[in-house]
């Protein structure tokens, strides 16, 4: 709903408490409840085993925000907001954005200490739950673009995967563009890494039978995926001359990052720059400070200092893809 004449700041505090009443929804059953049809608040406290104050009283806030309806005492989804709140909306899946914001905010006390020590994260700051989460964002996206978009845009590297060939994807969370490839490429065969044990579990439990999880590179491969990682890595150049390694010189290396130029006004021409502005500052570039943090490449350095690094590693050759979703791909060989 439009808020003509709201402050600024308090549009934005809105839109949080938006946010939050959304999460809440979510973890008591409400929002499910809520999409069944549409009922009296009774109704719909019944169907979430919910107390009806509470139910009430989350009805009252979705309406507010504009989320729901309601007429004559019966509440009901406002039709432009179904397929977010279902989670079929295309791109992104924002159920797993609704969990990933309560993930994050317990986790605030401890960002806030990391940023102001010179050090490193301790290494389970986003294990469990918030990994799970974020594993999962993504996989929407994965689904419509990764293989019809992002791979497709070089015609040499869909041809090698449609014959046939071993593809590491470094940083695979929960495993949804593995899991997405190896449906698109019956051929190849896949090894997902990441360093979060508890998502590995999460991926191997629904593991396509050419994929294996594990928590380190294997030595040989044709195909490496850093996909929505790179800009999360404390030593991306120690990475990168690992993938370069083992790659082997016709190998190709598959980097997708947020489509951000490290120029002031570009990047932050768009409001929506504002959601990956912040979760770099509460996510991305605390999990990439290492012991030092002079060799994280920030979203906000932007393509420029990922091609300098993909030099400086020993790949001769970049393309670029600006890809669906707001990605940049770099095919490098
Ligand atoms: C934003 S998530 C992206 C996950 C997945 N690629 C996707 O797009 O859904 C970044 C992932 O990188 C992993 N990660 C961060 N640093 C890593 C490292 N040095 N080695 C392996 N994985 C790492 C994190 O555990 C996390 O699962």
């Given at each position: 709903m439009p808020l003509s004449g709201m402050p600024k700041f308090f549009e934005d505090l809105i839109s949080w408490y938006s946010m939050e009443a959304l999460a809440l929804g979510h973890a008591l059953g409400l929002r499910a409840a809520l999409l069944e049809g549409p009922g009296t608040a009774a109704q719909i406290a019944q169907r979430a085993d919910a107390d009806l104050r509470t139910t009430d009283t989350w009805l009252a806030t979705m309406v507010a925000a504009g989320y729901a309806t309601h007429d004559k005492g019966i509440y009901r989804v406002d039709a432009d907001q179904v397929d977010f709140l279902d989670g079929?909306?295309?791109?992104?899946d924002t159920l797993a954005l609704l969990e990933f914001v309560p993930a994050m905010g317990v986790r605030f006390p401890a960002v806030v200490d990391v940023l102001r020590s010179a050090g490193a994260p301790?290494?389970?700051?986003?294990?469990?739950d918030f990994g799970d989460a974020v594993g999962r964002v993504g996989a929407p996206m994965y689904a419509s673009w990764?293989?019809?978009d992002w791979i497709a845009a070089d015609t040499g590297l869909l041809e090698r995967l449609s014959r046939g060939c071993t593809v590491v994807d470094l940083?695979?969370?929960?495993?949804s563009a593995v899991r997405v490839m190896a449906a698109a490429f019956p051929e190849s065969t896949f090894v997902g890494i990441d360093r979060n044990r508890e998502v590995l579990e999460r991926a191997r439990r629904s593991a396509p039978g050419s994929a294996e999880f594990r928590t380190t590179l294997p030595d040989h491969y044709d195909v490496a995926m850093v996909l929505d990682t790179f800009h999360h890595l404390d030593r991306p150049d120690l990475v990168l001359s690992q993938l370069r390694e083992g790659l082997g010189n016709d190998g190709v290396l598959v980097v997708a990052e947020p489509?951000?130029?490290?120029?002031l006004d570009a990047d932050t021409a768009?409001?929506?720059s504002v959601i990956g502005l912040t979760a770099a500052l509460l996510y991305c570039d605390v999990e990439g400070r290492?012991?030092?943090?002079?060799t994280h490449i920030s979203p906000?350095?932007?393509?420029a200092a990922l091609r300098r690094a993909l030099q400086d590693a020993g790949f001769t050759t970049v393309t670029t893809h600006d890809g669906a979703g707001g990605y940049r791909l770099y095919f490098a060989r």
């Amino acid at each position: 709903m439009p808020l003509s004449g709201m402050p600024k700041f308090f549009e934005d505090l809105i839109s949080w408490y938006s946010m939050e009443a959304l999460a809440l929804g979510h973890a008591l059953g409400l929002r499910a409840a809520l999409l069944e049809g549409p009922g009296t608040a009774a109704q719909i406290a019944q169907r979430a085993d919910a107390d009806l104050r509470t139910t009430d009283t989350w009805l009252a806030t979705m309406v507010a925000a504009g989320y729901a309806t309601h007429d004559k005492g019966i509440y009901r989804v406002d039709a432009d907001q179904v397929d977010f709140l279902d989670g079929s909306f295309t791109g992104v899946d924002t159920l797993a954005l609704l969990e990933f914001v309560p993930a994050m905010g317990v986790r605030f006390p401890a960002v806030v200490d990391v940023l102001r020590s010179a050090g490193a994260p301790p290494p389970d700051l986003y294990g469990a739950d918030f990994g799970d989460a974020v594993g999962r964002v993504g996989a929407p996206m994965y689904a419509s673009w990764l293989v019809s978009d992002w791979i497709a845009a070089d015609t040499g590297l869909l041809e090698r995967l449609s014959r046939g060939c071993t593809v590491v994807d470094l940083g695979c969370g929960g495993g949804s563009a593995v899991r997405v490839m190896a449906a698109a490429f019956p051929e190849s065969t896949f090894v997902g890494i990441d360093r979060n044990r508890e998502v590995l579990e999460r991926a191997r439990r629904s593991a396509p039978g050419s994929a294996e999880f594990r928590t380190t590179l294997p030595d040989h491969y044709d195909v490496a995926m850093v996909l929505d990682t790179f800009h999360h890595l404390d030593r991306p150049d120690l990475v990168l001359s690992q993938l370069r390694e083992g790659l082997g010189n016709d190998g190709v290396l598959v980097v997708a990052e947020p489509a951000y130029e490290g120029d002031l006004d570009a990047d932050t021409a768009s409001r929506a720059s504002v959601i990956g502005l912040t979760a770099a500052l509460l996510y991305c570039d605390v999990e990439g400070r290492g012991e030092s943090t002079n060799t994280h490449i920030s979203p906000r350095d932007g393509g420029a200092a990922l091609r300098r690094a993909l030099q400086d590693a020993g790949f001769t050759t970049v393309t670029t893809h600006d890809g669906a979703g707001g990605y940049r791909l770099y095919f490098a060989r």
